[in-house]
């Protein structure tokens, strides 16, 4: 069945230092991935995607993620954390496999940036 | 750009009260998506349209839930009768199509609505 897995409830970091919020799925075939922040009382906000072509892809506000087919891992990384990074995190896969794309989240991770 | 509109932003009801949500999407995005959110979890997708068609409803409990998008742009979501378990916030979202080219792949989110069944 198709999934997304967070490893990780909760991710702690200080500010400047780099941080990991780890994913990983399991979609057959050549799933497309997303990283979405939530912030208190809104939506979910687009940060970046992976569809194709080179496996390290940047996004927005400075937060990057690395596609590893072999380990089906999608993890978002950030070279210096910032306390307003602090937010809940969500790892999506779009299955190109059905026929709308169907999506799948993972439970999210909530970052944690202490200055 | 504006983005995804919903209405209203937060819902008290008791149990077995019925409940709509209205969602507005980006203008020409074709596809809307409606997602409950269970708090501490993930967003699950319950019902996806193609314009006016459904093209995935596999998530949604069709007892009690239903949802329209009758002229293709706007959509309404409506539970009846609601459960205590239905309390979650409900996300709307919409992405352009894959026939029109460009970013199809990304969905926008609104804001939600925050529902809570007493």
């Known amino acids: 069945a198709q999934s997304v897995a967070q490893p990780e409830d909760q991710v702690n970091v200080a500010e400047g230092n780099p941080l990991t919020v780890k994913c990983t799925y399991s979609v057959s075939g050549n799933p497309y991935l997303f990283w979405y922040v939530q912030y208190p009382n809104r939506g979910l906000q687009f940060l970046l995607k992976?569809?194709?072509?080179?496996?390290l892809v940047k996004g927005s506000y400075g937060f990057e993620a690395e596609f590893n087919k072999s380990q089906t891992s999608f993890h978002l990384k950030k070279p210096s954390a910032l306390v307003s990074d602090s937010a809940l995190y969500f790892c999506?896969?779009?299955?190109?496999?059905?026929?709308?794309?169907?999506?799948?989240f993972g439970a999210g991770t909530r970052l944690f940036v202490k200055a | 750009e504006a983005g995804v509109a919903q209405s209203p932003r937060y819902k008290i009801i008791e149990k077995r009260q019925s409940v709509a949500f209205w969602c507005n999407p980006i203008s020409g995005h074709a596809t809307l998506y409606w997602y409950q959110q269970i708090l501490g979890q993930g967003p699950k997708l319950l019902i996806q349209f193609q314009n006016n068609g459904v093209v995935d409803d596999s998530q949604l409990p069709k007892d009690r839930f239903s949802a329209e998008r009758l002229k293709g742009v706007d959509s309404t979501l409506k539970i009846q009768p609601a459960k205590l378990e239905d309390s979650a916030v409900y996300l709307c979202a919409s992405s352009a199509t894959f026939l029109a080219g460009g970013d199809f792949e990304t969905q926008y989110f609104g804001p939600g609505t925050r529902l809570l069944v007493l």
């Open positions: 992976y569809i194709t072509g080179d496996n």
């Open positions: 999506a896969v779009r299955d190109p496999n059905t026929g709308g794309f169907k999506t799948i």
